[in-house]
Each structure stands twice: as C-alpha cells, then as structure tokens.
C-alpha cells in the first residue's frame, strides 16, 4: 500500500503575538517615561569664548566651602543655615543676583552640591571657581 501520508509543515507563522507584544512594550514605555522627572541641576560648564564680560560694579559675594564642609561667606565662617538665608537675600539685591562658589579640591561633592542647590532654589546665579 502505497499511501503517503501529507504532513507539510508552515513555515508560516502568525504575527498578531508579536504585534500584540510590541504594542504592549510601547504601551508600557510611554506611560513609564511620562513619570520619569528629571532631578538634576542647571549647570552650565565654562567654555571657551572671545567675549570678556565688563568689570563688575560691586565687589562679589565669595562663598568658600573648606574641605571639612565649614562655610565662609565674604570671609567670615556662617553655618549652613545662615547661609541659606544669605542666598535667599541675595535676590532682593539686585535684579541679576549672583555669588562666586568657591571649594577646596578636597572639599566632597556634597558640601558643594548643597551650595548650588540653595542657588537653584532661589532663582541665583552661583559661580563656579578654582580655589586661588
């Protein structure tokens, strides 16, 4: 008996799964990424420029942060609150309020970063520099 049996396999497949996975991925990314907030800060780092700003009219507010995180504000030593509500201050001053930041290369990041985050509050410039 000659009777062959027609078990062709499809090569074929379906491609609504695999629709249906690509949709629910994008789906899930959309929705993920609108929650997403940034929380950084608005740094600008120095570039080269021709440009040379005109000499300041008033003398700057210099903050030096030592490496042990003791704060000093035009020279005298101010606790971190006090300093808080120097910033603050600051904006009632003029109408481009802004103070020079000054750390010690062995000053940890937190003690800065804490400088620049009063600055960010409080809507004023803070000045990055290199220790003299």
């Known amino acids: 008996m000659g009777i062959k049996k027609r078990n062709k396999v499809s090569a074929e497949f379906s491609m609504s799964s695999l629709t249906d996975i690509i949709f629910l991925l994008l789906i899930f990314f959309m929705l993920t990424s609108s ?16 440009y040379t700003p005109p000499a300041p009219k008033e003398k700057p507010n210099i903050v030096k942060i030592a490496p042990k995180g003791t704060y000093y504000y035009n020279g005298a030593q101010i606790s971190k609150s006090n300093l808080d509500s120097k910033i603050k201050g600051l904006r009632n001053t003029s109408d481009n309020p802004s103070f020079v930041i000054s750390a010690d290369k062995k000053t940890p990041n937190q003690f800065v970063i804490a400088v620049m985050d009063m600055a960010y509050r409080y809507k004023v410039a803070g000045i990055m520099t290199d220790v003299k």
């Open 35 to 50: 929650m997403i907030v940034p929380n950084a800060l608005n740094l600008k780092l120095p570039g080269k420029s021709n």
